[in-house]
């Protein structure tokens, strides 16, 4: 999985740092080697470390205020970016007139642009213009590929012979993708091969090797590209273990997703990712976040497999709350929960390798 990254770069995430509309930056501050992160742009944070805001873990990856300094930081360490990457995730995937206006800048400091978001960068005429005159490269992550490129669900993942677990959630932005990378290496540091199956922009520019943007594809296609991707990395990888990422949730009533990933990637064991202390669909006052119970309850009637494990995301949750939480969850729905962002993965994988074939 890993490879020479893309270049260096500076993560855009003006205003939305440490907000759910920024959780394509918050991967990457994180985990990725697609990129080497030199720093990211809020202005609200400027001159702390991001790992320090997001995490109380600092990372040596500074906030700087804006695009110009960063760039001229860059520089001075020795370090040149060659990329700005919009770390930004908002509803709708648009981006906003001053971030426009910020991509612009960008380009006349000579940066190449990766954007995944659904406004293709490619195809506004003045930022393409731009680009085209300082030889630039724009690239839209969400871009689909055309019709004729695109697989039909054809069955040949029932040949796949690897443990096939999906990391599912009971809401969207709820922490899907981490817990998953955090599954795969904890199976890596165990010996086990293992490979993560991506299904959004952000695990992309992580640098997962297989994966789709399920949200930029025809509806048709869905199915058939998510088996396509699974069957791919198990033929070319012979891995013990597949994980795959789950997209939005069952319920949620902007960002349904999942049941796609149970009927075409068609898992043996689901892991759900629950935000105990959320009550509220994400972004959506007044639609109530159905019982976990509940949400375990529609997944294994869907897909005939075991819900295994719980792994909470614990946002607005104080430290000393975390293991009573995981306990009552343990405790009331009779399955074990981990924090696996706060205390690594290793516990949860010693339940997981239970359902490796002898």
Excluded at 198 to 207: D, R
Excluded at 303 to 312: E, Y
Aim: aromatic share 6%; hydrophobic share 40%; with cysteine.
């Amino acid at each position: 999985m890993m490879h020479p990254p893309d270049g260096q770069a500076i993560i855009y995430c003006q205003g939305a740092f440490n907000t759910p509309n920024w959780k394509t930056a918050h991967g990457l501050v994180r985990f990725t080697t697609r990129y080497r992160v030199l720093s990211v742009i809020d202005s609200r944070y400027s001159g702390q470390d991001a790992g320090s805001v997001l995490d109380g873990k600092p990372n040596n990856i500074p906030i700087d205020a804006t695009i110009e300094e960063a760039v001229q930081i860059a520089h001075e360490n020795g370090t040149p970016p060659s990329h700005l990457v919009i770390g930004l995730a908002p509803d709708g995937g648009r981006l906003s007139a001053s971030a426009r206006q910020d991509v612009a800048k960008a380009i006349h400091l000579d940066l190449n642009i990766d954007c995944g978001l659904h406004d293709f960068l490619s195809e506004d005429p003045e930022l393409a213009k731009l680009a085209k005159q300082k030889g630039i490269r724009l690239r839209d992550v969400r871009k689909p590929l055309p019709p004729n490129q695109l697989h039909f669900f054809s069955g040949k993942i029932e040949a796949v012979t690897a443990l096939k677990i999906a990391v599912l959630g009971t809401d969207s932005a709820v922490g899907k993708r981490t817990s998953a990378w955090k599954i795969v290496q904890a199976f890596h540091e165990k010996g086990y091969r293992a490979e993560l199956v991506g299904t959004g922009q952000t695990a992309w520019m992580q640098g997962v090797k297989y994966g789709i943007i399920m949200d930029s594809l025809i509806n048709d296609f869905v199915s058939g590209e998510i088996e396509h991707a699974v069957w791919t990395a198990w033929y070319e990888e012979h891995p013990d273990i597949i994980v795959i990422e789950g997209q939005g949730s069952l319920m949620n009533p902007a960002y349904p997703g999942g049941f796609e990933i149970l009927a075409a990637g068609r898992p043996d064991i689901i892991v759900l990712q629950h935000a105990p202390a959320r009550k509220e669909y994400d972004g959506f006052p007044g639609y109530p976040i159905h019982p976990l119970a509940r949400q375990i309850q529609v997944i294994e009637m869907l897909s005939s497999k075991p819900v295994v494990a719980i792994t909470i995301n614990h946002e607005d949750l104080a430290d000393d709350q975390i293991p009573l939480v995981c306990d009552a969850i343990h405790k009331i729905i009779g399955l074990p929960a981990f924090d696996v962002l706060r205390d690594g993965a290793a516990d949860l994988v010693k339940n997981l390798v239970t359902h490796l074939v002898k």
